[in-house]
């Protein structure tokens, strides 16, 4: 039986490599990670948080994807931006891999959008004649999600957005760091921050 921490970095490799060769969300990836281990990892095995996951999946593209994950980025946080400004009236901000600069061709855009009347949102993609899939999150509140499938023309293929419509009021806590002090989540300002800061180090 392996001990906790070569189970967990265990875990967490296989769960790096589903996210990022896969494009899997972090929840499916620790599952399906945690059955590829099987009886190895024993009854009650605990999952690793998403923070320690995240490092794994920054080592596997750092091995892996160097020469293609940059451009890749960049170009999702373009696409994210040019939506973003598009619905600056529902207050949006970036989170997910695109803005903690883990993201790859295979993962979907996440735009968190705070609106005063959580039916706000999807009345305005109807006005503008933007096509969207809706359907709630399970979870706390109950979010509902619209979903676009948008063409990103730095990569030549479409792209899944998925905006998350929250109330306005729950702005304040969404911006709370993690325990390493990074950001969840970011407004149109800070993706351009980053963007230029990437074109700088290019």
């Known amino acids: 039986m392996p001990t ?12 790096a490599r589903l996210i990022v060769d896969e494009g899997l969300d972090y929840a499916s990836a620790k599952r399906r990670a945690l059955r590829e281990v099987g009886p190895q990892a024993g009854r009650g095995a605990v999952l690793p948080p998403n923070e320690q996951v995240e490092d794994a999946v920054r080592e596997h593209l750092a091995l892996f994807h160097a020469e293609t994950q940059p451009r890749e980025l960049a170009a999702l946080r373009r696409l994210a931006l040019n939506w973003m400004d598009r619905l600056a009236d529902f207050r949006p901000y970036l989170g997910g891999a695109v803005w903690r600069g883990t993201a790859t061709r295979l993962s979907p ?49 479409m792209v899944s957005i998925h905006f998350i419509v ?15 002090g990074q950001t969840w989540r970011g407004d149109s300002s800070s993706v351009r921050q980053r963007l230029a800061q990437a074109e700088g180090q290019a």
């Not at 906790?4 to 769960?15: F, K, V």
């Not at 933007?130 to 979870?139: K, L, T």
């Open 4 to 15: 906790s921490d070569h189970l967990s970095a265990e875990l967490c490799a296989r769960a």
């Open 109 to 157: 855009v996440l735009i968190d959008l705070y609106c005063d009347d959580p039916k706000a949102a999807e009345i305005g993609f109807l006005n503008e004649g933007i096509a969207f899939d809706s359907h709630s999150e399970p979870g706390a509140g109950d979010e509902t999600v619209l979903t676009v499938l948008a063409r990103c023309e730095d990569l030549s293929e």
């Open 166 to 180: 929250h109330d306005h009021d729950e702005l304040r806590g969404a911006l709370k760091p993690d325990a390493r």
